[in-house]
Each structure stands twice: as C-alpha cells, then as structure tokens.
C-alpha cells in the first residue's frame, strides 16, 4: 500500500539510461546501520542547478547540496542569520553599498570527476562564478531579474553586451561590483543601499558556491550534476519518481549549534539534546514524489516515510482531533503539530492576455470581479478542510509587513457587488445563453490551468462553481507542475494559481511578483506599473521603521486595485513525523533541515 515506491534492482538496471554517473547506481541501497530520512515530495522537481530552477521542491533539494556564505539559524526565532562558510559577518559600508566578506578556509566541494582526482578548496571566486551564472542569458535563469534587482554593479550591463554582441556571457572579465579581492574575500558594491543584503547571500538553495569545472565538465547536462559544499550529494535521481542524497563524506567538521530564545523550551531542549552533534546526523535522504494525497498519506501511516511535512486536508480529521493529534496515532508514537505557515496561495492573470489582462477600466473590473466572486472561506473549509487563512495583502505570515488585523478589499467575497461591476462595464449576457460577453460582444471564454491531481481538480470545481455563479463561462487547461510553470514563464496561460513561500523575514521578496523587472521569473503575472516599481525600489532602499512600513501598506493597496494576482489564503501547516524522527522543527523561511534532525530506529 501507499505511494510508488522504485524497485531498487530495477534501478541498477535502468541507471545507465537516466543519465547518471555509473558511480551513483552502486549506492542504490543503504548499507547496513545507515541513518536514512525518508520523505515525499508532493510535486516533481526540475532540476538541481541553482541558477535555472526556483520551484520549492528542487529549492529543497539544493539547498543540502550547495552553501551560500550564511544561513539562518535553525532554531532562532524571530529568524537571525549566522555564517556558514564566511569566516565570520561582513565589513558593510555606511551606506550599505559595499560589503565585504571572507570566506572560511578548509572548506572542499564534494569529490566529483570533473576535479581530476584532485580536493577541491572552496575559494571567494566561486561565489563569484555563481552569481555571475544568473546574468548568463543562455542559461534563462527564472531569478535574474531577482538577482538583477540587487544591483550589482557592472553585472547587468556584462549581460546586456553579451545580448547585443550575440556571444557567449564573458565569465573572465572583472566586474566593479562582484570581484574576488584575494582568494578568500569577496567584495560586492551595489548601485543603491541595500540594508538587507545579508538575506540576499543567505539563500543556499539559489546562491550557494558553484566550481566553474564542475560547469565546464558537464555543460548542458549540470542540472544532473550538482556539486557542491554541502552536507549531501546526489546518488540517484529518476524524474519525477526519486531521489536519494548521501551524506557528503568530505564535509567539514561542524557541529549543532544554535540560539534559541531564552524563553523558547523547545529549542532550548533541541539545542541540550544535539549541542556538539556533527553534522549532518544522518546518511542517507530518499524523496519519493507522489503527487496524489491518498497515497502520500497513506505511504507515511504504513512508514514507507518517515516524516509528512504536510498531512493533505483530505486526512486531517483522520490526523488531529480538535487541536491534539489524533488518539490512535498518540498510541503509534507520532508526533506533530499545527503551525501558520510564511506562505499564500493565489491565483494570477496574465496581464499580457487580451481578454484577462490589461489596464484599461473594463479589464481590471473584470478582475476585480472575479476576484470579489471567488468564495475562499468555502474553498478553505471544502477543500483544503480548514486548514487556511484568507488573505487580506500580498505579505506572507511571519514576514515584516504582515499583519494579522488587516483588512482590505483583497479578502472580500461579494457576488452581487461582482455582478453589478461586471454589467456596469458591459460584461452582459446578450444572446440570453446564460454565459455573459465581453463589452463588444464577442464570446468571453476563460481558459484556466489546473495541474493533473485530485487537488487541483477539486479546486477546479470550486472555481467553476464561483465563476458559473457570475455567469462567466470557464474552461481547464490540464497539465504537469513543470510544464505549466515553464508556460506561465513565457506567458503562455491566461490563468493559473500558485503558491509563494516567503524565503526571508523581509516582505520585499513577497512584492517581487509586481515588479516588472522580474517577468518570466518572480513575476508571473507579468503586472507592470511604474509606481509599483519605484514603489519597490524605495522599500529597497530604506532602513526598518514606520515609513518603510507604510510604503508597504501603499504596495498592498495598489496590489488590490490593479488586481494581477487575487491572494487567497496562507494555509495552516501539519506535520506528522514516526518514533525514529528527532528534532524536526518547521523552518519558516528556509529550506535546509535534512542534516539537522537524527534518525534512531
């Protein structure tokens, strides 16, 4: 019973043809007395290279190969960043323009075949490489405009003549604002102040060190190859099926270490518990992808995995009783607990589309109509069985500019109001088919993409039971997450939904889905107004305090006027782990957590 789960020999078997190093296919089983976490994914990744993926599966799975500079601490909370491989915090200018860091020594890459046999030292170049890869137009990275949005001098412009001259990206030339002093310091220089930058090189799983052999060895083939400083490395990746991670026997002497809060007992008790431990505590990682809820639940209650992150609304009753975890499952040894998650979920119009999208009063009253139609508390209670919050701004929980009192015209659900919107701007029924036309009376037909999972098709006839009600037709395109994230990328969708998890405390990084320099990447609604963007530009710029805070509420109410994205809920995290799991604690911002919790069977 449960989710699929591969056949090992007929993994020895197949390995040669999935583009594998033979090497890999000989740690197939974990040896005898291994430590192995064991967890499912939701969604297929799409790669492990940094610099072209940005979906949260493969984002998770990087950011235990690579390692940026710094890291959040694990048990911190409010969050707080700590080095991880610079030797110690940054020199920073008054102005937040120049900063500089060191990285530690003694630190390798993981041994691969594209180092000739030879120990790999990490070096401040390496970063330098890294980020320089995000400005590669060849590489199309879906977070060049985020990176761009630093404003690194000289790396756009280094872009742009590989744009216009048609070559090749020229790693080797130095740029002003991203240079390698020496071998161990790093200095990058910024157009503008940037006082959160720190947040920028705390991200392992986009920004974490990349040897340029590695690159060069591999070509067009490094999503398959990631090597880096980590904990982990990959042993065995099956598409959209299964992957194992082992522990990196090159890694470095570190131990558990943290902060937490002097009043916080849980991780007071974690830190008493695994202060000195080295890490990572265990062996292996296997992630199987099981897309559907039945058998992803149903894998974890036969212990196939060993920790479900997300119990699936579907099997929430089954799960937790009130607010404690279910009596027969106190009795099996589960633990877990329910948290409000730094996320929302939300659906988005292409802007660029003719009949969704635009600027003009009659496109966005169609929005705002739809918007005002959706029935969220009852998508929240049928199908995602309560397990939300409805959105009231575009700010994910958690983050500097979310506020739980908030109140706004993005959380309304008001049909009449819809209706009456929709016939004062001519959207009307005049052929009396029941089906309402657009203001020149031609056929208003909405074409929405749903993924291909019980989910999503429940969330399609939610969807279609609100729009029916405003009289607007709806049709469904059905596809795969990774191919329609690669349409909705290069504007090929008239609708779609998503989820957005918040990567740092900062609300910013929420706003970059309105900023019109990151089309294709963050912003997939492809929304451009330049009071956004200079909007985005000046809370970029400006220290914490209340006139920061209010140029977020002003961000949030032009995110309700123009209406690109309808935010609809942050959800409402179980997770359920067995006996053998220890230390697990929800990260809310950051992906990495594998190597911090033990095993013991």
């Known amino acids: 019973m449960g989710g699929p789960r591969t056949d090992r020999r007929h993994w020895l078997q197949t390995a040669a043809g999935l583009a594998l190093a033979p090497a890999w296919a000989a740690r197939a089983q974990a040896a005898p007395g291994e430590k192995v976490l064991r967890i499912a994914f939701a969604n297929a990744e799409t790669g492990f290279d940094p610099t072209q993926v940005n979906d949260i599966y493969s984002r998770g799975v990087t950011s235990h190969i690579f390692e940026a500079l710094y890291a959040f601490d694990h048990l911190a909370r409010p969050a707080r960043i700590k080095p991880l491989t610079a030797a110690g915090m940054p020199e920073v200018s008054d102005d937040f323009r120049t900063w500089t860091f060191r990285v530690r020594p003694g630190i390798f890459f993981a041994d691969d075949p594209a180092f000739g046999g030879r120990r790999r030292e990490l070096v401040a170049e390496d970063y330098v490489f890294a980020i320089k890869r995000y400005a590669d137009p060849k590489l199309k990275s879906p977070l060049w405009g985020y990176t761009d949005s630093y404003g690194l001098l000289g790396l756009a412009e280094a872009r742009q003549r590989a744009i216009d001259g048609k070559r090749p990206f020229d790693y080797d030339t130095p740029i002003e604002g991203l240079r390698a002093l020496d071998r161990s310091t790093l200095q990058i220089r910024l157009r503008e102040p940037r006082p959160r930058f720190l947040d920028f090189l705390a991200a392992s799983d986009l920004y974490g060190a990349v040897a340029r052999e590695v690159v060069e060895h591999y070509g067009d083939t490094v999503t398959e190859h990631p090597v880096g400083t980590g904990p982990f490395m990959l042993a065995q990746w099956r598409r959209a099926s299964r992957i194992v991670l082992v522990r990196n026997p090159q890694y470095r002497e570190r131990v558990y270490d943290a902060e937490p809060a002097a009043a916080d007992a849980e991780g007071q008790a974690l830190l008493a518990r695994f202060k000195g431990r080295r890490l990572p505590m265990v062996d292996r990682v296997e992630i ?188 469904f395109k059905v596809g795969k997450w990774p191919e329609l994230v690669k349409a909705a990328r290069a504007g090929q969708f008239q609708v779609w939904h998503i989820g957005n998890q918040a990567a740092t405390p900062d609300s910013l990084g929420q706003l970059t889905r309105y900023d019109s320099r990151q089309l294709g990447s963050q912003n997939f609604a492809r929304f451009k107004r330049p009071e956004m963007d200079a909007l985005f530009d000046r809370l970029a710029r400006q220290p914490d305090g209340p006139e920061r805070l209010a140029g977020f509420a002003e961000a949030a109410r032009i995110a309700a006027v123009w209406m690109p994205y309808r935010v609809r809920f942050h959800t409402f995290q179980t997770w359920l782990a067995h006996r053998p799991v220890i230390g697990y604690r929800p990260p809310p911002f950051w992906q990495e957590w594998w190597h911090m919790v033990d095993v013991v069977r």
Not at 319 to 345: I, N
Not at 359 to 385: N, W
Not at 415 to 442: H, I, M, N, T
């Open 288 to 475: 199987d992808i099981v897309e559907e809820a039945q058998p992803r639940w149903l894998a974890f209650l036969n212990g196939e995995h060993d920790l479900i992150d997300r119990v699936p609304a579907e099997f929430i009753s089954q799960a937790v009783v009130g607010s404690e975890l279910a009596p027969h499952l106190r009795k099996r040894g589960l633990q877990g607990r329910r948290t409000l998650s730094a996320d929302y979920f939300a659906t988005f119009f292409n802007m660029e589309d003719p009949l969704v999208g635009g600027y003009s009063p009659d496109k966005v009253a169609l929005r705002r109509a739809i918007a005002l139609g959706m029935d969220i508390e009852r998508e929240i209670r049928i199908v995602h069985r309560g397990q939300g919050l409805a959105c009231q701004s575009p700010y994910c929980p958690h983050s500097t500019a979310w506020r739980p009192d908030y109140k706004s015209e993005m959380g309304d659900f008001d049909p009449a109001r819809a209706q009456a919107l929709l016939d004062l701007y001519g959207y009307v029924d005049r052929d009396g088919d029941g089906w309402r036309e657009q203001p020149d009376g031609s056929p208003l037909r909405m074409v929405w993409s749903i993924e291909s999972n019980q989910r999503a098709r429940q969330i399609s006839e939610q969807y279609l039971r609100d729009m029916t009600r405003l009289g607007l037709r709806l049709e």
